[in-house]
């Protein structure tokens, strides 16, 4: 890559890719290529582009109303996506869809991604900066899925938001073989964890890295979806 002929965007990414996140234990090609290819910048609201490539959670504040919600820091959310060790041929359930750049990460690495969101307006917002991207294997939904979503099992699941324990009916939509990701514990003291089923009722669980994000939110389950 020349990097004197990179856009001033382009050069901001290249240093979040290789500044920020490739040194952190991010080997893995096919998610620092994805890193590269999906347009950050496109998923931050638009008062706050100047944060897109920022070592810190950006806020996620749509048309003046604060969401109270954040887009993870860039690191945790390329970790996150190779912790998940996904195939192309994968079907993935997210948690938590925030801005949606998370998912569009994990389309480029999976085979179909569906993402529940329990806030109406950051479900909509999510659902444009798809579409914009012409992102056409992700699903948002809305609804609470902290203790589950749904019969369907899926080869992977990520919690985007940390849990105090992950509860079992999530551990039971993974297929056999399969990844969840999430973050346990309370503040300030939480750990990643992946937990892989190996069998029909038994489970391993690897303990990944220390960090600190913010709570998963859970409320009553909408009936509408996108």
């Known amino acids: 890559m020349k990097i004197n002929a990179l856009s001033d965007i382009e050069l901001a990414r290249y240093y979040m890719v290789e500044q920020q996140i490739r040194p952190w234990y991010v080997e893995d090609e096919q998610v620092l290529q994805a890193l590269f290819d999906v347009p950050r910048e496109q998923f931050v609201p638009p008062s706050l582009k100047g944060m897109a490539f920022a070592d810190t959670e950006v806020p996620l504040i749509i048309d003046s ?3 109270n919600e954040y887009m993870l820091k860039p690191v945790i959310e390329a970790r996150l996506a190779v912790e998940l060790q996904l195939q192309p041929s994968d079907g993935v359930l997210e ?3 925030g801005s ?3 998912a569009a990460l994990l389309s480029r690495l999976a085979q179909q991604v569906t993402t529940i969101e329990i806030n109406s307006t950051l479900a909509a917002f999510a659902t444009d900066n798809l579409q914009r991207q012409r992102i056409s294997n992700v699903t948002v939904e809305i609804g609470d899925a902290h203790e589950g979503w749904g019969t369907t099992e899926y080869d992977a ?3 985007t938001g940390s849990v105090p324990v992950v509860p079992d009916a999530l551990k ?3 297929c056999i073989g399969g990844r969840l990701v999430a973050v346990v514990g309370t503040s300030p003291v939480m750990t990643a964890i ?3 089923r190996t069998s029909a009722a038994s489970f391993e669980t690897t303990p990944l890295f220390d960090t600190v994000i913010k ?3 859970g409320s009553r389950i909408s009936q509408f979806n996108f």
Request: hydrophobic residues 40%; proline residues 5%; without cysteine.
């Open 100 to 102: 949606g750049y998370q």
């Open 157 to 159: 699941i990520l919690l």
């Open 215 to 217: 709570p998963l939110r």
């Open 95 to 97: 948690i938590g869809t």
């Open 65 to 67: 109303v604060d969401t």
């Open 172 to 174: 039971y939509q993974l």
């Open 194 to 196: 992946r937990i892989t």
